[in-house]
């Protein structure tokens, strides 16, 4: 049986709708899980109950920029979750955020 043009449109219409929904659904989970991580790594800095991945640094300078970089990145991927369409990006920022803030975060 042969379609007519009207068929084939709406079948193709159908699984571009649906196509376009699967993209937009990905990107909104990756859009809240990135949200949702950098809140974690600000609360692991500002939060009551400090971690002991920070709190174990002896040096309290090291320290500092450890808290700095976590800071910076986390409020990046809060404010500009929407940006980072994919895990590549957040681990660019991620480089970025370790460069622009000069010297290690260990002893």
Known sequence: MQRTFLEVRR??????????LTSY???SVLR??????GCKMIRRVVGIAHVED???????????RCELKALLLGRRMLV???????????????VATRAAVPGACST
């Open 11 to 20: 079948t193709a219409t159908r699984t571009s709708c649906a196509l376009q």
């Open 25 to 27: 659904s990905a990107q």
């Open 80 to 94: 500009e979750a929407a940006s980072f369409s994919s895990i590549d990006l957040v681990v660019a920022a991620a």
């Open 32 to 37: 809240d899980a990135v949200g949702f991580a």
């Open 54 to 64: 920070f709190e174990s640094i002896a040096d309290l300078d090291a320290r500092a």
